[in-house]
Nanobody, 114 residues
Framework: QVQLVESGGGLVQAGGSLRLSCAAS????????MGWYRQAPEKQRELVAA???????NYEDSAKGRFTISRDNAKNTVYLQMNNLRPEDTAVYYC????????WGKGTLVTVSS
């Protein structure tokens, strides 16, 4: 059983930055992939960014050039650096892990004011 705990959400003005962290209870080195989804009110959950075991990454189109996903295997933590935030980035951000099975964190709220 893998537990994922997100942190780093909060309220920020448009143009500001936040860094989300996702701490895993197991060794992420063996995970197939980890990443972040988000869900805005009355919208479907969408993939924001993912990082695979080989270090390759992919991003949702609006996140490209503004968000950076990274991981620290020694700390079993994945990060999402979010710069130049926009009001439309407001959502609950969920960490996920593909470790043979899929695991989700409980989410952290990001609110971007205009």
């Amino acid at each position: 059983q893998v537990q994922l705990v997100e942190s780093g959400g909060g309220l920020v003005q448009a143009g500001g930055s936040l860094r989300l962290s996702c701490a895993a209870s197991g060794s992420i080195f063996s995970f197939n992939a980890m990443g972040w989804y988000r869900q805005a009110p009355e919208k479907q959950r969408e993939l924001v960014a993912a990082i695979r075991s080989d270090g390759s990454t992919n991003y949702e189109d609006s996140a490209k050039g503004r968000f950076t996903i990274s991981r620290d295997n020694a700390k079993n933590t994945v990060y999402l650096q979010m710069n130049n935030l926009r009001p439309e980035d407001t959502a609950v951000y969920y960490c996920f892990a593909n470790a043979g099975m899929g695991y989700w964190g409980k989410g952290t709220l990001v609110t971007v004011s205009s």
